[in-house]
């Protein structure tokens, strides 16, 4: 994963982090003022302020401090505790300077996630953090340049909609009778018909976390991890074979129980395994000779958002496919079916008042035939035909 596609997380929900980059020596070492003698967690809350924090979150973080130290470093100034005008004089460098990766600059988004960072970073070290007003501005007027301009790095990077459209399209390019089709297949019809994200699909454990149902549906008991809650979901058979998830999780499961458990047993696990070119499932991951990745073999939320974007790039279909897209295409998927706004919002998750649906709903709503244009037309057409023939 990216920097860029890490949520940036206000720094004062973590205050307490302990962020690696400055401590180790990467800055200058100033003394810390004399603080409250209360302001101390005991080990234990430390741990639990530390789970409340994504890893990826985490990561991104260190490594924006790392990088700002080292450019400190470079000119001559101090990263902690960092004078408001170094964080703005920094912001000023990265809109103007292009990322070895990218060839471009960071994107005001990713600006404002680096802010967030040199802030928490101050305060898991005891200081006050510097004022950011006057970088938060160079980020305003650099995200209103680039929107003048029309480039695409003023708006935040939206996954494409992975709908049923697009799903029967991708899983034609699959070959559903290897195992790791099966797999590829189940977690995009599943993700979609759940409306999960990828880090709600991957820790799923069959069957501990599957429930069948009277009608030979499923019900998934799925984590939001956004609204720290679990949630019942119920997943009906399709009455079209090739788009039903409940078929491909059950193809996906007995294919598992024969070519990875292979005891005779019926299938207990990971649901999503990780499987590698030549079709060998779990197997182990290293890097440097240290092994990585989960030890039962579970696929990464990051490894589903590559099988959607392969998948679905096999197609040709021009898109940003990730696992989110799954996520985005069930409320398409649903609006063209004519569902209601709350029955989508109920079973992916979502609050009743989520700014997130009503976005993707919006977006979907004002194109095609929900245009109110368009109705506005079929409306006064229909008044039209109506008062012709009274006449």
């Not at 609006?335 to 977006?363: C, F, M, P, Q």
């Not at 006064?380 to 023939?389: I, K, N, Q, S």
Request: aromatic letters at 6%; charged letters at 30%; a neutral charge.
């Amino acid at each position: 994963m990216s920097n860029d596609d890490v949520e940036v997380v206000e720094a004062e929900l973590v205050d307490d982090v302990r962020l690696p980059a400055i401590a180790k020596g990467r800055a200058p070492a100033v003394p810390v003022p004399e603080r409250d003698p209360d302001a101390w967690l005991p080990p234990e809350a430390e741990e639990d302020v530390q789970a409340g924090i994504p890893a990826s979150t985490e990561r991104a973080y260190g490594g924006d401090m790392r990088r700002f130290a080292e450019w400190c470093a470079t000119v001559g100034r101090r990263a902690m505790p960092a004078a408001p005008q170094t964080v703005t004089a920094y912001m000023s460098y990265l809109k103007r300077t292009p990322r070895e990766k990218t060839g471009r600059p960071y994107g005001p988004r990713s600006m404002g996630r680096i802010i967030a960072s040199i802030r928490a970073s101050h305060r898991a070290a005891g200081l006050k953090p510097p004022d950011t007003m006057g970088a938060r501005k160079v980020v305003r007027g650099y995200q209103a340049e680039l929107a003048l301009a029309e480039d695409s790095a003023a708006q935040p990077k939206k996954a494409s909609p992975a709908d049923r459209v697009v799903l029967r399209a991708a899983l034609g390019e699959l070959d559903r009778e290897r195992i790791a089709g099966k797999r590829d297949a189940a977690l995009m019809l599943l993700g979609h018909a759940i409306a999960s994200r990828g880090s709600e699909l991957v820790p799923l454990d069959w069957p501990a976390r599957f429930t069948e149902l009277p009608d030979g549906g499923l019900r998934v008991r799925v984590y939001r991890i956004k609204r720290k809650r679990w949630q019942d979901v119920d997943v009906p058979l399709d009455p079209d074979a090739e788009l039903c998830a409940v078929r491909a999780v059950r193809a996906l499961v007995e294919a598992l129980a024969v070519e990875y458990q292979g005891d005779g047993r019926p299938y207990a696990g990971p649901l999503f395994m990780r499987i590698d070119q030549h079709g060998y499932v779990g197997v182990d991951m290293t890097r440097r000779g240290e092994r990585i990745g989960d030890p039962s073999g579970r696929m990464t939320a990051e490894a589903a958002s590559d099988v959607v974007d392969r998948s679905v790039g096999r197609t040709g279909l021009a898109g940003n496919w990730s696992s989110h897209s799954l996520r985005r295409g069930f409320v398409k998927s649903a609006r063209r079916a004519k569902a209601d706004i709350i029955d989508i919002g109920r079973h992916g998750g979502w609050d009743d008042r989520s700014k997130a649906l009503i976005g993707y709903i919006d977006e979907e709503d004002s194109q095609g035939e929900r245009n109110p244009l368009s109705v506005i037309g079929r409306a006064e057409t229909g008044d039209a035909v109506r008062g012709g023939d009274e006449a």
